[in-house]
Nanobody, 117 residues
Framework: QVQLVESGGGLVQPGGSLRLSCVVSGFTFSTYTMSWYRQAPGKERELVAAITSTGGTTNYADSMKGRFTISRDNAKNTVYLQMNSLKPEDTAVYYC??????????WGQGTQVTVSS
């Protein structure tokens, strides 16, 4: 059974940091491209960052470059999103997604991030 479980969300003040984790089970994690997406209320889900199966290549949405870092530990079946210098506009539900060679996607249930003073 495929499972992606996000954690690490919460309430943080502007300028603060959070580290999200997504633990995966039920498939061969090391062969999947992993991504983080987010969806704010009333908005479309958008790509935050992605990382290839080996971790050799990453890419980021322009508004996250320099603030967010995606990484993965294939030994732990886990992908991370380090978020620094958080802004109120980063408030959203953050989801991890796994995509395989056949472009089949699996999604987690999401974790809420709220940036507010």
């Amino acid at each position: 059974q495929v499972q992606l479980v996000e954690s690490g969300g919460g309430l943080v003040q502007p300028g603060g940091s959070l580290r999200l984790s997504c633990v995966v089970s039920g498939f061969t994690f090391s062969t999947y491209t992993m991504s983080w997406y987010r969806q704010a209320p009333g908005k479309e889900r958008e790509l935050v960052a992605a990382i290839t199966s080996t971790g050799g290549t990453t890419n980021y949405a322009d508004s996250m470059k320099g603030r967010f870092t995606i990484s993965r530990d294939n030994a732990k079946n886990t992908v991370y999103l380090q978020m620094n210098s958080l802004k109120p506009e980063d408030t959203a539900v953050y989801y991890c997604k796994a995509r395989n060679y056949y472009n089949i996607d699996y999604w987690g249930q999401g974790t809420q991030v709220t940036v507010s003073s």
